[in-house]
């Protein structure tokens, strides 16, 4: 949405401070300061678990890559899945700091892990691995199973390993939200690694305490929404091309173009691409904008991330990641937002009588 159409009703209502952080919704995927840890220095620090896992992308022959291999330079070990938004928004930053330290030996290894049976199958993973160029070596762990013996409760999760093997970073969330600066200060303590002494890292230090696994159990998920993820061919099949235009590729409608109407009866609107409930009716306004524009979304329904051009907040489906519209901080009260939303990215449901 442009933001010039806030005019229109920021003769009406009061500026308030936009949402500081975002919530985490569907799988555990943190992007607030608050999830950002960064473990003590080399005396306490942890040795990282050896990796598991035979299947492997974007390695010399898909051959695997143990961090007993790895000992005496700096590794970043990075845990995601392709279905997760903030995973994806980490990407540019692993790119710029494969651009910084690869030619000094820093090896950034993601580890996915998926939530969705979508994301568990290889082939799956293999081709959005490629389609959003990802480059830096992949392990596949479809059973979790490196995930349990990290000690894994968040994607994404972000750790740096000196020339020993110890632990001395972790990142839990989008590493530069909001103006965090955690791909600095990752960056930042890489330089002081590679300043680090190569001898005393040539095996373990066994007498260190490994990372421990919190439970024997599979990712959990923060809220009942689950996850639907699909290939664009498969969203191309059941969404019309102005549908798959905004919901799958970030686009805008135009303005009184679509059902913006303001609904008198209950009901909710729902995400026209995976069916999730994202608005109740009863938090409806009219913006005089020209897109339905609501004051609350329904709690755990939609997720809230910096949009491409860095200013604006997009408002993305919890279920899919279809991207919705924008929230704006000149709606009216309770809240004093506005979230201005695509009407082909949404159905309205009458309450049942």
Known sequence: MNNNTSTLWNKRASILALLGAAATFGVAKLTSPEAQAQVAGARQAPVAPELLGESWLNTPGDKPITLASRRGEVTIVQFWTFGCSNCRANLPAYERLQKQFAARGVEIIGVHTPETAGER?????????????????????????????????????????????????????????????????????????????????????DSRPALQPVSDEKPAKKSGVGRVVKSEAEWKKILTPMQFAVLRKEGTEAAFSGDYHLKKEAGTWKCAGCGLDLFRSSTQFDSGTGWPSFWKPIAGHVAQVKDADGERDEIQCARCDGHLGHVFDDGPQPTGLRYCMNAVAMKFSPAKK
């Open 121 to 205: 199958n290889p082939e799956n993973v293999a081709r959005m691995v490629k389609e959003l160029g990802i480059t830096h070596p992949v392990l596949l762990d479809p059973q979790s199973e490196n995930w349990r013996r990290w000690g894994q409760q968040y994607w994404p999760t972000v750790y740096v390993l000196d020339r020993a093997g110890r632990v001395r970073f972790k990142w839990e969330g989008e590493l530069n939200y909001n103006g965090a600066g955690g791909e600095k200060k990752a960056a930042d303590l890489i330089e002081n690694l590679l300043r680090e002494p190569k001898q005393t890292a040539a095996r373990p230090d």
